[in-house]
């Protein structure tokens, strides 16, 4: 063989090149594997804060909703019409005398 090493002792050194190269590949693939560890724990305390933050603000809101109390003087004047209304009939119903039950219509007889 080439330098006056034997076919044995070359399998040898080659053999150990390639264990010297896996166990650096080795090791470099563990400290990938501890940072991505480090980084997704680091995601979850990040997600669980936000949603702890999220929580509270809901829990605040929902305080301050259940503080306010119902516009009355809104309520009053809508009643007495003068606000906008998204009832169909309005607050007051239909008026009776304006029904044609029983009467002939635009549609046909009545019955």
Do not use: H, T
């Amino acid at each position: 063989m080439a330098f006056g090493i034997s076919a044995g002792a070359y399998a040898a050194i080659v053999a150990a090149a390639g264990l010297g190269v896996s166990v650096a590949a080795g090791e470099q693939a563990g400290k990938r594997a501890r940072q991505g560890r480090r980084d997704q724990q680091a995601a979850q305390q990040a997600a669980k804060s936000d949603a702890l933050s999220e929580r509270r603000r809901a829990a605040q809101q929902q305080k301050q909703a259940n503080r306010s109390g119902p516009d009355i003087s809104e309520l009053l004047a809508a009643a007495q019409g003068g606000g906008p209304n998204n009832l169909l009939s309005g607050l007051g119903g239909v008026d009776a005398g304006s029904l044609n039950l029983g009467q002939q219509s635009l549609l046909g007889a009545g019955l």
